[in-house]
């Protein structure tokens, strides 16, 4: 005859691997849902005319500042005498400080210095 013991485990184990197999299915059926019910918000907007045009207008603009920002002088760190400057002058420079290597060398690894410098400490 069996034990009834045994008949207890099996059944016990059986209903452990279903009630595993029911949750597992279950949490599937709940991501499903929730991917279902997100989906709507998750799509881009569709591309019309207006949206074109805006697009249009706002690469412009920034190709337009872009521009500007290469072709003019302005101060990025006037205390650590970091300047911007035009591209074309900028290349001039370069070319004319590089017929010297070795000075210009020396020269570049000063201004990195000099711009990696810490910031004074205003507290003390």
């Keep these: 005859m069996h034990d009834p013991l045994e008949m207890k485990t099996a ?3 059986s209903a452990s691997l279903a009630l595993r197999i029911a949750g597992f299915l279950g ?6 849902a929730i991917l279902a019910a997100v989906r709507p918000w998750a799509q881009p907007r569709g ?3 207006a949206r074109i ?10 190709q337009n500042r872009a521009r500007e920002e ?18 074309a002058r900028a290349m001039e420079l370069v070319c004319q400080e590089w017929q010297q290597p070795a000075a210009a060398r ?3 690894l000063a201004r990195l210095e000099k711009a990696l410098a810490p910031a004074p400490n205003p507290y003390e």
């Design 11 to 13: 059944f016990s184990s």
């Design 27 to 32: 949490l599937l059926l709940l991501f499903g």
């Design 47 to 49: 591309v019309d005319a």
């Design 53 to 62: 045009d805006q697009r249009r207008t706002d690469l412009a603009e920034l």
């Design 70 to 87: 290469l072709a003019r002088y302005a101060f990025l760190d006037p205390a650590k005498g970091i300047v911007r400057l035009p591209i």
């Design 106 to 108: 020396s020269n570049l």
